[in-house]
């Protein structure tokens, strides 16, 4: 088709040129014939150097429509460029603005015209124009230059990427991408690890982290403390096999029989390891450590140490004292039980199946406490109103509320329960079978009970007796004392000894009736103390004059040791006065001729102390205490001493017993010291009045 319309534009070329030809021969008056020929031959050669020209006509026409196609695509760039949200331009020769898209005028906030005249810049500050610089330097190095620059942009900072990248013209085309973005993700990333190393540093785990090239990038103070490390040196970034070879130097590392293996193969887990692994690591100084290594998020791996030295210690022996608390319920005769929260058993012993009748499988599967209390019906008496009552006892064991009594089943058998609300929600059940103990305690407490009786009976008999024997025996008396002052006739020697016989031998027994009536009224309560102010030296002379006469008989000198200023004391002046006999009377019946018996008192704690001290026979120190019961005399000293000769007269063992009772009635105590052959101390304690100068004035008043 093309070479068609090329024929027909030869012709036509041929045609044109023939005729205009023709028409200027003919008016310069050539003939017709002429002037033809003369067109004919213009015309040949028209259409010779047409066909002649047609290659050049071809390269033009494909040259005209490369330089279409060409500005058109030019266009089409242009027209990208001013639709590309990121600032573009380009420089000439001299570095000028000599074009730009609206970005750029916009981020210069000018428009396109204006922009390119004033040649602005991005970037371009009172200390010089940073980006202009770029340009040169891309320029004289021939290759594009990358620079990131912060200029304001719409009143707002921002962070750009400029790059100018050389042209052949000399001049420089450039673009400016806005990174501000990414730097605020930079910045935070940055502030993350910051705050990651903040956090690791106070973990008082060991911690190390190493890169992707296995060199040292972070470690903590623990990491440092754990390993004895030197910080500095761990500052400058050793490597991971470096790190080993020192520990391994400083013998921190487990004996490994191929130590080179082992440091390889913890090398290559820079690159295989892709789940994190944990494992105990025992340092030759007996330290344990729980190892535990994960890939880093960031490349490389990062390392935890944990001692858990004690911790493993604590784990051995919790376990050991579960294993001895399980030991210890299991051999209890004390049933035990636990109720978890969710209501079922979660711990029993033997005994508890043992009591209540439930087999070890059922127990085992942790059975929830209604089906327990279900199983334990026949336990209870309640007929019909089981249901009820069965609700009231799940309530009851898991209401955790502190509870203990005591509970008669079906059986016999009586159990003393309790339950106890444990911290973790858990209720704690025990139960103890006390039928033995009760029935124990019912029979003894009937025989107490006759116990009781039998000596109520005793003491009213003995005071009835006494009563009815003091009667006849004041009697007695009286007549001994009218035949003794001789008012019906006079009496031989015989006759007045026999008298002075029934005379002595009646007060001795009247003493022995009174000290029989005064103990059956202590023992009645009925006994009331007449209490008065007394002068501890004025009660002891007047009992060392009552009794000097029986000891100047036996050869015994009686000494009183006590201050004259002491404060008085409140008592019943009688009945202490009673009772101080009765002790010296003892100091003499068991003291050896010449011997000496002391009456002394002191002050001591908040008490007055009146001691009877004697060079007696002494009581041996098994018998202290029962000396002081009712009826009850001393045997092997008094015994010793009567063989020996010097111990005179004998009593029915109620003299210490009534002292020690008239003591406490005072609220005081009676304590004995002695020993076989070393004689006897025997001090009462009798409490003070509560303020002794309000004693000492009302006695001296």
Same mark, same amino acid.
């Given at each position: 088709m093309e070479g068609e319309t090329l024929a027909w534009g030869i012709a036509f070329i041929a045609i044109v040129v023939g005729g205009a030809s023709f028409i200027w021969q003919r008016r310069r008056g050539a003939s017709l014939e002429a002037a033809l020929a003369m067109a004919a031959k213009r015309a040949a050669e028209a259409a010779e150097l047409a066909s002649e020209n047609r290659d050049l006509n071809q390269r033009l026409a494909a040259g005209a429509r490369a330089i279409e196609a060409a500005r058109t695509a030019a266009d089409q760039l242009v027209q990208a460029f001013d639709n590309l949200p990121l600032p573009v331009w380009r420089r000439r020769a001299d570095l000028a603005i000599q074009d730009c898209n609206p970005a750029y005028c916009a981020a210069l906030e000018g428009d396109r015209d204006t922009v390119i005249r004033e040649s602005r810049t991005l970037g371009k500050t009172a200390q010089g124009d940073s980006v202009r610089a770029l340009a040169e330097l891309a320029r004289a190095a021939r290759t594009p230059q990358t620079e990131s620059v912060h200029v304001v942009i719409a009143g707002t900072r921002r962070l750009l990427e400029v790059t100018e990248a050389p042209l052949a013209d000399g001049g420089t085309i450039g673009i400016a991408v806005d990174v501000t973005d990414r730097e605020e993700l930079e910045r935070e990333h940055e502030r993350h690890l910051a705050a990651h190393r903040e956090?690791?540093?106070?973990?008082?785990?060991?911690?190390?982290?190493? $890169?992707? &090239?296995?060199?040292?990038?972070?470690?903590?103070?623990?990491?440092?403390?754990? +390993?004895?490390?030197?910080?500095?040196?761990?500052?400058?970034?050793?490597?991971?096999?470096?790190?080993?070879?020192? =520990?391994?130097?400083? %013998?921190?590392?487990?004996?490994?029989?191929?130590?080179?293996?082992?440091?390889?193969?913890?090398? %290559?887990?820079?690159?295989?390891?892709?789940? #994190? !692994?944990?494992?105990?690591?025992?340092?030759?100084?007996?330290?344990?450590?729980?190892?535990?290594?994960?890939?880093?998020?960031?490349?490389?791996?990062?390392?935890?140490?944990?001692?858990?030295?004690?911790?493993?210690?604590?784990?051995?022996?919790?376990?050991?004292?579960?294993?001895?608390?399980?030991?210890?319920?299991?051999?209890?005769?004390?049933?035990?039980?636990?109720? $978890?929260?969710? $209501?079922?058993?979660?711990?029993?012993? #033997?005994?508890? $199946?043992?009591? +209540?009748?439930?087999?070890?499988?059922?127990?085992?599967?942790?059975?929830?406490?209604?089906?327990?209390?279900? /199983?334990?019906?026949?336990?209870?008496?309640?007929?019909?109103?089981? #249901?009820?009552? %069965?609700?009231?006892?799940?309530?009851?064991?898991?209401?955790?509320?502190?509870?203990?009594?005591?509970?008669?089943?079906?059986?016999?058998?009586? =159990?003393?329960?309790?339950?106890v609300p444990l911290p973790d929600g858990?209720?704690?059940?025990?139960?103890?079978?006390?039928? @033995?103990?009760?029935?124990?305690?019912?029979?003894? *407490?009937?025989?107490?009970?006759? =116990?009781?009786?039998? &000596?109520?009976?005793?003491?009213?008999?003995?005071?009835?007796?006494?009563?009815?024997?003091?009667?006849?025996?004041?009697?007695?008396?009286?007549?001994?004392?009218?035949?003794?002052?001789?008012?019906?006739?006079?009496?031989?020697? /015989?006759? /007045?000894?026999?008298?002075?016989?029934?005379?002595?031998?009646?007060?001795?027994?009247?003493? !022995?009736?009174?000290?029989?009536? @005064?103990?059956?009224?202590i023992?009645?309560? *009925?006994?009331?103390?007449?209490?008065? =102010?007394?002068?501890? %030296?004025?009660?002891?002379?007047?009992?060392?004059?009552?009794?000097?006469?029986?000891? /100047?008989?036996?050869?015994?000198?009686?000494?009183?040791?006590? #201050?004259?200023?002491?404060?008085?004391?409140?008592?019943?002046?009688? *009945?202490?006065?009673?009772?101080?006999?009765?002790?010296?009377?003892?100091?003499?019946?068991?003291?050896?001729?010449?011997?000496?018996?002391?009456?002394?008192?002191?002050?001591?704690?908040?008490?007055?102390?009146?001691?009877v001290r004697d060079t007696g026979v002494g009581i041996r120190p098994e018998d202290h205490e029962r000396v002081m019961q009712s009826f009850e005399r001393g045997r092997a000293a008094g015994e010793d001493a009567r063989r020996d000769g010097y111990v005179r007269g004998s009593g029915v063992g109620l003299g210490l017993a009534l002292t020690k009772r008239i003591v406490e009635l005072h609220g005081g105590r009676l304590t004995i010291d002695s020993a076989p052959n070393l004689g006897t101390t025997v001090t009462c304690f009798l409490p003070l009045m509560s303020n002794e100068q309000d004693a000492r004035r009302t006695v001296d008043a």
């Open positions: 956090v690791l540093e106070h973990l008082s785990t060991a911690i190390a982290i190493y $890169g992707a &090239d296995s060199r040292l990038q972070f470690f903590n103070s623990a990491f440092v403390r754990q +390993w004895k490390f030197d910080a500095t040196w761990l500052a400058t970034g050793p490597g991971f096999a470096e790190v080993l070879e020192d =520990l391994r130097a400083r %013998r921190l590392l487990p004996e490994y029989v191929d130590f080179q293996a082992f440091k390889q193969s913890r090398v %290559r887990l820079f690159t295989s390891l892709l789940e #994190p !692994v944990e494992e105990l690591v025992y340092i030759p100084d007996g330290t344990t450590l729980r190892t535990h290594i994960s890939p880093h998020p960031l490349g490389g791996l990062m390392f935890a140490y944990e001692d858990v030295t004690d911790s493993l210690a604590l784990e051995r022996s919790y376990n050991t004292l579960i294993a001895v608390q399980r030991a210890t319920l299991d051999n209890l005769y004390e049933g035990v039980a636990v109720v $978890g929260s969710d $209501g079922r058993l979660k711990l029993t012993n #033997p005994a508890y $199946g043992r009591i +209540w009748g439930l087999p070890t499988d059922f127990l085992s599967g942790e059975p929830h406490i209604a089906e327990v209390v279900e /199983r334990t019906r026949a336990y209870y008496n309640v007929g019909a109103e089981w #249901p009820s009552f %069965r609700d009231r006892m799940i309530a009851r064991l898991t209401d955790r509320e502190p509870r203990k009594g005591r509970a008669t089943r079906t059986d016999g058998s009586i =159990l003393d329960f309790a339950m858990a209720v704690l059940l025990s139960y103890v079978d006390v039928t @033995d103990s009760v029935r124990v305690e019912q029979a003894l *407490r009937m025989r107490n009970d006759a =116990l009781e009786a039998a &000596d109520r009976l005793k003491s009213e008999f003995i005071s009835n007796i006494s009563y009815e024997l003091r009667t006849p025996l004041n009697t007695i008396i009286g007549f001994t004392e009218i035949l003794s002052q001789q008012y019906f006739g006079k009496l031989n020697a /015989r006759q /007045r000894e026999y008298c002075r016989g029934i005379a002595a031998s009646s007060e001795q027994l009247l003493t !022995v009736i009174n000290d029989i009536l @005064d103990l059956a009224s023992e009645a309560g *009925r006994m009331a103390l007449e209490r008065s =102010l007394i002068r501890p %030296r004025a009660l002891l002379d007047q009992v060392a004059h009552l009794m000097q006469e029986s000891a /100047r008989a036996q050869s015994l000198n009686i000494t009183v040791d006590c #201050p004259k200023d002491l404060a008085a004391i409140e008592a019943d002046e009688r *009945r202490l006065k009673q009772a101080l006999c009765n002790l010296v009377s003892n100091a003499i019946k068991f003291s050896p001729d010449g011997g000496a018996i002391q009456l002394l008192c002191d002050f001591e704690d908040g008490h007055a102390l009146i001691s």
